[in-house]
């Protein structure tokens, strides 16, 4: 689907120079002399590395067209993880490094989204917020003041991850997926 650069967003898919790229950043200028412009920060999915580029306003890109469908994680081995369609049963593999350190956030028949392109899956999309278990964390210290202070923690599933004074090991918080920081206690 063809769009202008005028409608480039930031998390679109674009097909570009034979590629899959994602938007990271935009910024529409128009300067005082010459016809206005998008300057695009991209991401390539397939190879990893960035591209800035400029494109006119009257200019027209190819929007990648990607499937959505919700899957329920389901098991790990060394090298990916698993997850299964709750409507077809069908079994869809993914590798690790392509999740990173949000994976350790899944757990037994969690929903997360995965994006399809090519009949391949190019991402996976968590739940904004999951809850989790506080497995250790340090002593609060008197006479701190709480807006300003937080203490490290460590859940159960080994992230490490900044908390209020008043979390104690093993309280039940959720954790905000897009960015792994504390929301608030269960």
Not at 13 to 29: G, I, S
Not at 97 to 102: L, N, P, T
Not at 162 to 175: H, L, M, N, R, Y
Request: charged share 30%; aromatic share 8%; hydrophobic share 35%.
């Amino acid at each position: 689907m063809k769009i202008s650069a005028n409608e480039i967003r930031v998390g679109m898919l674009l097909e570009y120079k034979d590629d899959l790229w994602e938007v990271l950043k935009t910024q529409h200028v128009k300067p005082g002399k010459g016809g206005a412009f998008a300057q695009v920060e991209m991401k390539s999915l397939n190879k990893n590395t960035k591209l800035n580029e400029r494109f006119r306003s009257s200019e027209y890109l190819e929007k990648a067209s990607v499937d959505e469908e919700k899957f329920n994680y389901s098991y790990k081995d060394e090298n990916n993880y698993f997850f299964i369609n709750p409507k077809t049963f069908e079994q869809i593999e993914i590798q690790k490094d392509m999740i990173g350190e949000k994976g350790r956030m899944l757990s037994e028949n969690l929903e997360v989204i995965i994006s399809i392109y090519d009949e391949k899956p190019i991402s996976v999309q968590l739940p904004n917020q999951i809850s989790c278990k506080v497995e250790a964390t340090d002593a609060a210290l008197k006479g701190q003041t709480v807006s300003s202070s937080y203490k490290p923690a460590v859940l159960k599933n080994g992230i490490k991850i900044q908390v209020p004074p008043f979390i104690e090991s093993g309280d039940e918080i959720v954790v905000d997926t897009r960015n792994i920081e504390y929301v608030k206690k269960v």
